[in-house]
C-alpha cells in the first residue's frame, strides 16, 4: 500500500540518485541543488528517525556545505567529495532498503 511514508521516502531516493549524478556531471561546486536535497534529507530522518542514520546524514550535509562554500582545493576537494559520495551512497541504499525489503 502507498501511503506518505512510502512516496517521501521513493521521492528522497530518486533525488539521493540526482545529486549523485548532478556532483559526478557538474564542473561546479558551488550549487545549491544539493544544499536544497540535504534539506529534505533532513527533513525525512526528522520525520522517520528510524530509517536513515543521522551521522550519515550530517556528515553529507557537512561536506556538502564544505564544497559549496570552497575554502578547500586540491587534494582535499576530492577526499570531500568521496566522503560526501560514500554518504549518498548509504543514504540511496538505506532507502531502497526502506522501500523494497
Same mark, same amino acid.
Given at each position: 500500500?502507498?501511503?506518505?511514508?512510502?512516496?517521501?521516502?521513493?521521492?528522497?531516493?530518486?533525488?539521493?540518485?540526482?545529486?549523485?549524478?548532478?556532483?559526478y556531471?557538474?564542473?561546479?561546486l558551488?550549487?545549491?541543488?544539493?544544499? /536544497?536535497?540535504?534539506?529534505? @534529507?533532513?527533513?525525512?530522518?526528522?520525520?522517520?528517525?528510524? $530509517? #536513515?542514520?543521522?551521522?550519515? =546524514?550530517? /556528515?553529507?550535509?557537512?561536506? @556538502?556545505?564544505?564544497?559549496?562554500?570552497?575554502?578547500?582545493? $586540491? #587534494?582535499?576537494?576530492?577526499? =570531500?567529495?568521496?566522503?560526501?559520495?560514500?554518504?549518498?551512497?548509504?543514504?540511496?541504499?538505506?532507502?531502497?532498503?526502506?522501500?523494497?525489503?
Amino acid at each position: 500500500m502507498i501511503d506518505g511514508f512510502w512516496l517521501s521516502t521513493f521521492i528522497l531516493m530518486a533525488m539521493t540518485l540526482g545529486v549523485v549524478y548532478f556532483r559526478y556531471s557538474a564542473r561546479a561546486l558551488d550549487s545549491n541543488w544539493p544544499l /536544497v536535497y540535504y534539506t529534505f @534529507a533532513v527533513l525525512h530522518w526528522q520525520l522517520y528517525p528510524e $530509517g #536513515l542514520n543521522q551521522y550519515f =546524514v550530517f /556528515v553529507a550535509v557537512l561536506a @556538502a556545505m564544505t564544497l559549496r562554500f570552497e575554502f578547500l582545493s $586540491g #587534494l582535499m576537494v576530492s577526499i =570531500v567529495q568521496a566522503i560526501e559520495y560514500l554518504c549518498l551512497v548509504y543514504i540511496a541504499y538505506r532507502l531502497f532498503d526502506i522501500i523494497f525489503i
